[in-house]
Nanobody, 129 residues
Framework: QVQLVESGGGAVQAGGSLRLSCAASGRTFSVGTMGWFRQTPGKEREFVAAISWSGGSTHYADSVKGRFTISRDNAKNTVYLQMNSLKPEDTTVYYC??????????????????????WGQGTQVTVSS
């Protein structure tokens, strides 16, 4: 099994920045592509960003492209989401996810929750106007 623990969420004013981290533990050798999703209660889960095991392939939702950057440090079994120019509509719970697949053929594959095998517990991000 793989455990994912997110950190770095919090409250920030519009235009501000936050960096989310997600640390994997357990059978980390099975972790390939990692991604970030977000979900507001009562709404569907939304893909945010994903990164292949090597870090050579990334993909972003149009709503965050140019503002968010995903990266990973395999030596630390950690994936990051740098969020800049935050907007009130970015307010929600952010979830880290990991897949056993080394890479996905973005965007056809890799943007749906069912394609990921492990999930974190979520971290709240609140952006005030």
């Amino acid at each position: 099994q793989v455990q994912l623990v997110e950190s770095g969420g919090g409250a920030v004013q519009a235009g501000g920045s936050l960096r989310l981290s997600c640390a994997a533990s357990g059978r980390t050798f099975s972790v390939g592509t990692m991604g970030w999703f977000r979900q507001t209660p009562g709404k569907e889960r939304e893909f945010v960003a994903a990164i292949s095991w090597s870090g050579g392939s990334t993909h972003y939702a149009d709503s965050v492209k140019g503002r968010f950057t995903i990266s990973r440090d395999n030596a630390k079994n950690t994936v990051y989401l740098q969020m800049n120019s935050l907007k009130p509509e970015d307010t929600t719970v952010y979830y880290c996810a990991a897949s056993r697949s080394v890479s996905f053929s973005f965007p056809k594959i890799g943007t749906m929750g069912y394609e990921y095998d492990y999930w974190g517990q979520g971290t709240q991000v609140t952006v005030s106007s």
